[in-house]
């Protein structure tokens, strides 16, 4: 069969109807973040976690895979009606043709399965390539998963490649300009929920849900220990804003100036520290936490006294 009539039966496969895949399960892009995208899927992805934040760039491990799609009476309904599709785009098309190319389903008619379809993360440049090399349907018995079949496991790791977290704002204090050894206060502002989920779903087949609980945060002074001094005792998840007369327990203390360094100024990152828990302990694994930085420039100078005479 040509590749252009095998792709449009495998879209009718995951499709019924050929119908558009839902926007939820094609593409999580909001902002300035793409994780996965899901092409020729029926895979739903919902959730706190899919949108409105900062993918770290998780990368599945196989950037292809067949889905579980019709049965063998609804498959072959839907490939009767390619009939003026095959006769348009199949070279020498005839009749005897086209009822060879339907008697392989017809064959399936009264027997207990499912026929797969295959799908592509194009997010990866490989994923394209990879799905070209899979069969654009494949007839499997109840019960099984046929060789490169999705996995719960796989559907976790989907969930886990759309999910993102808030990207913060950093304040500090002082805020425009800090001075040697004058404690700079850091926290954060915009994280929200502290908690976001993500779900993927092949509806009524099976669903993987991915959660992320903001755990702490990490401070880098963009610089080496024996110019900075680095305090989180006190951080928590969200750092400490500045109180006058409080106890400085979340920031830098810079001990030399940036007069030194490019721009003459300090690059300190702020990353907030994410554990990822599958839900419902469906697959053997842990996933590493997301963690994402939000860097700020920090110029530090020299505090200036003037001595008097007498």
């Known amino acids: ?19 558009t895949p839902p ?11 793409k ?15 899919a949108r409105g934040g900062k993918s770290d760039g998780y990368v599945l491990k196989r950037p292809c895979w067949y889905e579980p799609g019709m049965d063998a009476s609804d498959m072959l309904k839907s490939q009767e009606s390619l009939r003026a599709y095959f006769f348009r785009f199949t070279k020498n098309a005839t009749e005897e043709k086209f009822e060879k190319f339907i008697k392989q389903f017809k064959d399936k008619i009264g027997q207990p399965g499912r026929w797969w379809g295959p ?4 997010a990866d440049p490989k994923g394209e390539a990879c799905f070209a090399d899979l069969d654009p349907f494949v007839f499997v018995p109840p019960n099984n998963t046929p060789p490169a079949g999705i ?5 976790a ?7 993102t977290v808030p990207e913060p704002t950093v304040r500090l204090s002082p805020d425009a300009k800090s001075y ?4 700079t206060w850091v926290w954060l502002e915009g994280i929200g929920e502290p908690r976001r989920s993500v779900t993927a779903t092949i509806p009524g087949v099976m669903s993987a849900t991915v959660v992320a609980t903001l755990r702490d945060v990490k401070i880098d002074p963009g610089t080496t220990a024996d110019r900075a001094e680095v305090t989180e005792s006190g951080c928590g998840t969200a750092g400490k804003p500045y109180v ?4 400085f327990a979340c920031g830098v203390r810079y001990l030399r100036s940036s007069i030194d360094q490019p721009q003459e100024k300090y690059t300190l990152t702020v990353t907030t520290v994410w554990p990822v828990a599958v839900q419902g302990d469906v697959v053997p694994f842990q996933f590493a936490p997301v963690e994402v930085g939000t860097t700020r420039d920090v110029p530090v100078g020299e505090i200036q006294s003037n001595v008097r005479p007498g």
Do not use: H, W
């Open 180 to 183: 040697v050894n004058l404690p």
């Open 244 to 247: 006058k007369g409080g106890t």
């Open 119 to 122: 799908a592509y993360n194009a």
């Open 151 to 155: 996995t719960i496991q796989e559907l």
């Open 35 to 49: 994780g996965v995208v899901l092409s020729n899927s029926k895979i739903v992805i919902s959730g706190s976690g």
């Open 157 to 163: 790791e989907i969930a886990r490649a759309a999910l």
């Open 23 to 33: 926007p939820s399960g094609q593409t999580i892009d909001e902002g300035r973040t």
């Open 1 to 19: 069969m040509n590749r252009l009539l095998s792709m449009a039966v495998a879209g009718l496969l995951t499709f019924p109807g050929g119908a």
